[in-house]
């Protein structure tokens, strides 16, 4: 079998096949010309400010302090530590049932990345909970913006502390034998997890140790001073505070960082800004106060708080396709500007960079090489129902299987990619391309690309479009295997 596999890679597999992909690239789900965009829009967090991973250890750790001296949780949660690398981000949970899981594009739930608390659930014990199939139904799962009747999804990149201590705290009760309430604890852990960024201990840190928290900041200057240059308007809308993201714009850009922009809005309260007409914008003034007067024009340079995408449409006249946003978050930024008014959209996704990595590596396309032969072999072979037939299917099913497994190892050891289950696109996939144009590493992944360069998708293949065998790339050259029993059948 060995040698067996040694030739089919080597006949598949040609030499210097390996890093064909760019971690610095943009992809395309959507033909987009930027010499058509004039005027860039961007968020803050995750977008413009890209955050190191010691962030993530501060956020479980506060949160989990808030657990233990504020809702009076077992002070036994302080041995818990931060596990970096458990969860990834796209993920949903399951409130009634305590579970962790990854589901496809298709809502099934990809067997082996189901966990309560900190250990994986059988597969067996998963089936069984929802009635004996992985399928999900449509009714419990999120809504538009992530919020089903009995299923979360966790969608930006500060989530990855919250499942992390939701896993943790559920692994302490298990452990120890304590019931409780899976409804309660959801909204305590959450309650914890929001006072560390509503109450501003989040900000504080990143203010005080603003180089140890951002990165590449220098590549943001040259981003948006170079689309200045080309005369592109440009405009922030965020829902962090001024004061905040004063001292993170002055940290990676400069003291003068407003006068690129044409407007900037603070605590917008997205995803209601895009959806809700009642709140108007207010001014603040040079030091972050809140003035009194009637906002009839967007000024440049000006700082803005709340307000509304419908009034920002009215004063600014920036609409449709001439418009470009990014954001990290695919509902909260992304969704409602594609969908309802037509923006064009980019999506930062720094988690592109670490998964680009891994497969251009020899021992992902290996993997992935022979398990694509080995499914062929499957399919082709099927029909052969002989006894010595069948035990070879089940060795080479199993022998498929493994690795699987293997290969959603080298992503995440429990949950594998963000944008795959085994073969099908992840459930964060399909909402990925549904509501980008195009999406990339960081924003600074523009600077590859001039600015009036044309992105165009990939023809990816439709399942009709992709023969599995080069022999059958010839029409007639596939051949019907019942075709003469059936036959009789008219």
């Known amino acids: 079998m060995v040698f067996v596999q040694n030739l089919v890679l080597s006949y598949l597999l040609p030499p210097g096949v390996c890093n064909l992909l760019n971690p610095a690239a943009i992809y395309a789900n959507n033909e987009i010309s930027l010499g058509d965009v004039e005027i860039?829009?961007?968020?803050?967090?995750?977008?413009?400010?890209?955050?190191?991973?010691?962030?993530?250890?501060?956020?479980?750790?506060?949160?989990r302090d808030i657990l233990i001296e504020q809702f009076k949780y077992p002070e036994g949660l302080g041995k818990y530590d931060y596990i970096p690398g458990f969860a990834i981000r796209g993920l949903h949970y399951d409130v009634q049932k305590s579970l962790l899981m990854k589901i496809d594009a298709f809502h099934y739930v990809q067997l082996g990345t189901a966990y309560r608390g900190l250990k994986p659930v059988p597969d067996e014990e998963v089936i069984e909970l929802y009635g004996g199939t992985q399928h999900i139904p449509l009714y419990q799962m999120s809504d538009f913006y992530g919020k089903g009747p009995s299923l979360k999804q966790f969608m930006d990149i500060f989530s990855l502390p919250e499942m992390t201590l939701l896993s943790s705290v559920i692994d302490y009760f298990i452990t120890h034998g304590i019931e409780f309430d899976q409804v309660h604890l959801y909204k305590d852990i959450s309650d914890a997890i929001r006072d560390v960024h509503v109450k501003g201990v989040m900000y504080k840190w990143i203010e005080k140790d603003l180089e140890q928290y951002i990165?590449?900041?220098?590549?943001?200057?040259?981003?948006?001073?170079?689309?200045?240059?080309?005369?592109?308007?440009?405009?922030?809308?965020?829902?962090?505070?001024?004061?905040?993201?004063?001292?993170?714009m002055k940290h990676m850009v400069g003291k003068n960082w407003r006068d690129l922009f044409d407007m900037v809005i603070v605590q917008a309260d997205k995803p209601n800004f895009f959806t809700d007409r009642r709140k108007p914008f207010r001014k603040l003034d040079d030091k972050g106060s809140l003035q009194w007067d009637k906002i009839n024009q967007l000024?440049?340079?000006?700082?803005?708080?709340?307000?509304?995408?419908?009034?920002?449409?009215?004063?600014?006249?920036w609409r449709g396709s001439k418009v470009l946003y990014f954001g990290d978050h695919l509902y909260s930024d992304l969704a409602d500007l594609m969908l309802r008014h037509g923006w064009r959209t980019g999506a930062i996704v720094p988690e592109l960079e670490t998964e680009i990595r891994i497969i251009n590596t020899e021992q992902y396309m290996h993997s992935l090489t022979w398990q694509q032969a080995l499914t062929g072999l499957l399919e082709r072979m099927q029909m052969y129902q002989d006894a010595e037939s069948k035990q070879v299917l089940l060795?080479?099913?199993?022998?498929?299987?493994?690795?699987?497994?293997?290969?959603?190892n080298l992503f995440n050891p429990q949950f594998g990619s963000i944008f795959r289950t085994f073969h099908n696109p992840t459930y964060f996939s399909r909402r990925l391309v549904r509501f980008s144009d195009i999406y990339?590493?960081?924003?600074?992944?523009?600077?590859?690309?001039?600015?009036?360069?044309?992105?165009?998708?990939?023809?990816?293949?439709?399942?009709h479009e992709a023969p599995l065998w080069m022999d059958q790339l010839c029409t007639g050259c596939m051949k019907t295997p019942f075709l003469e029993e059936m036959v009789h059948i008219r």
Not at 218 to 238: P, S
Not at 440 to 462: E, H, K, Q
């Open 40 to 63: 860039y829009g961007f968020d803050y967090d995750y977008t413009l400010a890209q955050y190191s991973n010691l962030l993530h250890s501060m956020i479980f750790n506060t949160a």
């Open 215 to 248: 990165l590449h900041g220098d590549e943001i200057y040259a981003v948006l001073n170079r689309l200045v240059n080309h005369k592109k308007k440009l405009f922030l809308i965020t829902n962090s505070p001024f004061s905040f993201v004063d001292k993170g």
């Open 299 to 317: 000024e440049k340079g000006k700082i803005y708080k709340e307000g509304n995408l419908f009034d920002f449409l009215r004063l600014t006249g």
């Open 395 to 408: 060795e080479w099913m199993k022998e498929r299987q493994e690795i699987r497994s293997l290969t959603k």
């Open 440 to 463: 990339m590493a960081s924003i600074s992944c523009l600077l590859n690309y001039d600015v009036n360069f044309t992105f165009y998708p990939r023809r990816t293949p439709l399942q």
